[in-house]
């Protein structure tokens, strides 16, 4: 835990400009892992529900981690070819470091989602809940992304328009990646489970979907 | 590894189309990147309803590259002739080196987006979404490689002594036109060479074919996708 409270403070009192990686993976790992230890907990302790708080608490870190994978490639060569190259360590280290922030900040949300889940049983309520809480540690880590940018906007523009594309290609994949890990709350109702089976689908289909519906529209797509 | 060094260079903008850029290690890396993508673009075909279908991958990895030469080979020699008779007038070796680094640079991109295509391929059952991805990530990707073509090709400062023959640079609105013209028609001949190499990524009701009949246009298919997304059709 001494490791996991140096790294919180080099994430949120960091001693000069620049992120650092050890912290940030560090945050991630066992900050992550806290959030998805509580937000696995709906079922409760009973009979196997304890398993899910164990897969949550893997899922949340590989959520954050995978999604940084992923997009990493698409924004590595689009700083080089708009000429940002020699500023690349600086960028990476800017983005992870902010997605240390989103899991510190989960961390320290966890305890609200404690409450909700002693207040509510109701299932979708709470994951509505947990949608907020990601997203209130989304919009904070924005302003660590942007602490850490300053210097780089400071010396060339240009990093203003890869970080906004940043955000916009991590959040893109990270909707979809949240989608396929789920569940993430656990439905009591249904046992325990890594992976839900033949749950896999596109996020964004089905939030089409439901907005079509809404609106009156007929659709088969999956 | 010399190749990949040839290709960091080029989109690190080091290279400028004075010097000599290798053009056969910068065409094997493109051939390389873009079969890469292929093959990205082909594993939603290992998810079909009716089976795994390995061939598409292999199928996409050898139809991006060939997406790319025979685009290339369809508009390339429009553009050496209206660059001769328009602006800016380059040589024909400086032009190729020009055109091929810039798409070092699309196929760089779209090689960089191929772990975020699979993955949606991977993931997502619906048809014309994997598809529309993949347009939008080809369009990203050909916007980065023109922009590019455009930035060297309007930023060319003639080297000393060579001022009438090799260079001229683009200060002329004819010039400008050639370009952003040229750039209009390798999009609209790219998107229809696309739909005539078709299929890339495998309708899954319909059964795997390393060509389909010819039918249709690459704007039919899109709009198509589109309308199947909405629920349209």
Same mark, same amino acid.
């Given at each position: 835990m001494g490791v996991f409270k140096r790294a919180v403070e080099a994430i949120l009192r960091p001693a000069g400009a620049d992120a650092r990686l050890g912290p940030a993976i560090v945050a991630v790992v066992v900050g992550?892992?806290?959030?998805?230890?509580?937000?696995?907990?709906?079922?409760?302790? *009973?009979?196997?529900?304890?398993?899910?708080i164990v897969f949550s608490a893997v899922k949340v870190p590989l959520l954050l981690l995978l999604t940084t994978a992923l997009?990493?490639?698409?924004?590595?060569?689009?700083?080089?070819?708009?000429?940002?190259?020699?500023?690349?360590?600086? *960028?990476?280290?800017?983005?992870?470091?902010?997605?240390?922030?989103?899991?510190v900040v989960l961390a320290a949300l966890a305890p609200y989602t404690a409450l909700w889940y002693a207040s509510s049983g109701h299932y979708h309520r709470a994951t509505a809940f947990n949608g907020?809480?990601?997203?209130?540690?989304?919009?904070?880590?924005?302003?660590?992304?942007?602490?850490?940018?300053?210097?780089?906007?400071?010396?060339?523009?240009?990093?203003?328009?890869?970080?906004?594309?940043?955000?916009?290609l991590y959040a893109f994949v990270a909707v979809q990646l949240g989608w396929v890990l789920r569940p993430f709350v656990g439905d009591p109702s249904l046992p325990p489970t890594f992976f839900r089976a033949g749950a896999w689908g596109n996020a964004y289909v089905v939030v089409a979907e439901v907005v079509w519906k809404a609106f009156g529209g007929v659709t088969s797509s999956r | 590894m010399q190749a990949?060094?040839?290709?960091?260079?080029?989109?690190?903008g080091d290279a400028r189309p004075g010097e000599p850029v290798p053009l056969w290690p910068l065409l094997r890396v493109n051939a390389l990147l873009a079969a890469s993508y292929g093959v990205c673009m082909g594993i939603y075909a290992l998810a079909r309803p009716d089976? @795994?279908?390995?061939?598409?991958?292999?199928a996409g990895a050898l139809k991006v590259p060939a997406l790319f030469a025979l685009t290339l080979l369809v508009t390339f020699p429009s553009l050496y002739v209206f660059n001769t008779l328009l602006g800016p007038r380059l040589r024909l070796g400086v032009l190729?080196?020009?055109? @091929?680094?810039?798409?070092s640079v699309l196929t760089a991109v779209l090689s960089a987006f191929g772990p975020i295509v699979a993955f949606f391929s991977v993931t997502t059952a619906n048809y014309p979404f994997v598809v529309l991805l993949n347009v939008a990530v080809f369009a990203l990707a050909g916007a980065?490689?023109?922009?590019?073509?455009?930035?060297?090709?309007?930023?060319?400062?003639?080297?000393?002594?060579?001022?009438?023959?090799?260079? @001229? @640079?683009?200060?002329?609105?004819?010039g400008h036109a050639v370009i952003y013209g040229w750039m209009a028609v390798f999009g609209l001949v790219g998107g229809q060479m696309s739909w005539l190499l078709r299929p890339f990524i495998g309708a899954p009701e319909l059964p795997f074919a390393w060509l389909r009949p010819r039918d249709g246009?690459?704007?039919?298919?899109?709009?198509?996708?589109?309308?199947?997304?909405?629920?349209?059709?």
């Open positions: 992550g892992g806290i959030y998805g230890a509580v937000m696995g907990s709906f079922g409760g302790l *009973a009979g196997d529900r304890g398993l899910q997009a990493l490639p698409s924004f590595f060569v689009i700083n080089t070819v708009l000429g940002l190259r020699k500023d690349w360590p600086a *960028a990476l280290r800017a983005v992870l470091g902010a997605q240390g922030a989103v899991a907020v809480v990601f997203l209130v540690a989304s919009v904070a880590a924005q302003g660590v992304l942007r602490r850490y940018y300053a210097p780089l906007v400071a010396a060339n523009r240009r990093h203003l328009a890869t970080a906004r594309g940043w955000l916009v | 990949f060094r040839e290709l960091d260079r080029v989109l690190r089976g @795994v279908e390995w061939r598409q991958p292999l190729l080196r020009l055109g @091929v680094a810039a798409l980065f490689g023109l922009g590019f073509l455009r930035k060297l090709l309007t930023q060319l400062a003639p080297p000393r002594g060579l001022e009438t023959q090799d260079f @001229v @640079v683009v200060d002329r609105p004819s246009s690459f704007f039919e298919g899109v709009t198509r996708a589109v309308k199947l997304l909405l629920g349209a059709v």
